[in-house]
């Protein structure tokens, strides 16, 4: 893991050279570097499930689909940042000189924790915004069946879209996909809340 001093700033090019060795992953927000937290089993399950399901639903069409390990790059914001899942239309376009920095996303997906819910919710979309191919935003709940989606209008404008519960169908309206909630939470088992004791 990287360790930073407070003084210490980076440039996006040292940056990108400590990334290509690092043992975690870390973002870059504007000279800092920042560690990534590790996720957890209901993370990673709902990651892979719609990683998989969109790959399938996408197979034969002009759009691939990328899960964390691939970096996005925001240059209007200074941001490199690994989104839990990506999908790009037509041909990555890259950071120029390299090959594991993108560009152009027209839909990215972001999984909810705790740590991140409020930096996803608030600071990230507003640095994803500035992406020009960016058509869909979508947040999904570990702790609930819940998923929120942003759609960007042709005047540019952003809609909000909220589902909730094992019946919807989210629909992935830049990619022209639905997917049933049950496929996003399949196998994900939520945390049973303890009943309290009471002594008397």
Known sequence: MLVQSKEKFYTPDEY??????????????????VPIAGSTINRS?????????????????????FISDLRLWIPRYRRGTYPDVMVIEGEPVFTEGRSD?????VLIVEV?????????????????????KLREYLLVTPYEILVEQYIKTASNEWLFREYEGETATVSFE????EMPMTD??????????QPCQVSI
């Not at 830049?174 to 996909?177: H, M």
């Open 16 to 33: 990108r050279e400590l990334e290509e060795t690092a043992e975690f992953r870390n973002e870059y927000r504007d000279g800092e570097i």
């Open 112 to 132: 909810l924790s705790k740590y991140s819910e409020d930096v996803n919710r608030e600071d990230k979309f507003r640095f994803y915004r500035s992406i020009p």
């Open 45 to 65: 399950q709902i990651k892979g499930n719609i990683c998989a399901y969109l790959h399938t639903a996408l197979r034969g069409k002009n759009a691939k689909v």
């Open 174 to 177: 830049s990619v022209e996909v």
């Open 101 to 105: 920095e993108i560009l152009n996303p």
């Open 184 to 193: 996003i939470y399949e196998r994900v088992v939520f945390e049973m809340l």
